[in-house]
């Protein structure tokens, strides 16, 4: 995602309240997309279909920095988000 120019939001799910089949997957880290999180983890949920929206329990703004993407520091549940 390092040619985004719009911001990236983070989904906080509850993967108990999916419909949608979730897998857990390697990382493959891009170049110039940070690996901050690599630090806690090598494998990353996947979700394989819709989310849905009572799985969602916040959303987190990803901040683009010159060397990757910061992790958001809170997570606002979806209603105020939308707001």
Known sequence: ????????I???IDPQ?????TKYESA??????GSEHLKTSTMFPHVYGPIDQIAI??????AKENNGYR???E????SEYLH
């Open 1 to 8: 995602y390092a040619q985004v120019e719009e911001k990236l």
């Open 10 to 12: 983070l989904l906080k």
């Open 17 to 21: 309240k999916l419909h949608s089949e």
């Open 28 to 33: 493959v880290p891009e170049a110039a997309a």
């Open 57 to 62: 329990e916040g959303i987190g703004i990803l």
């Open 71 to 73: 992790w958001p520091i």
């Open 75 to 78: 997570f606002v549940p979806l």
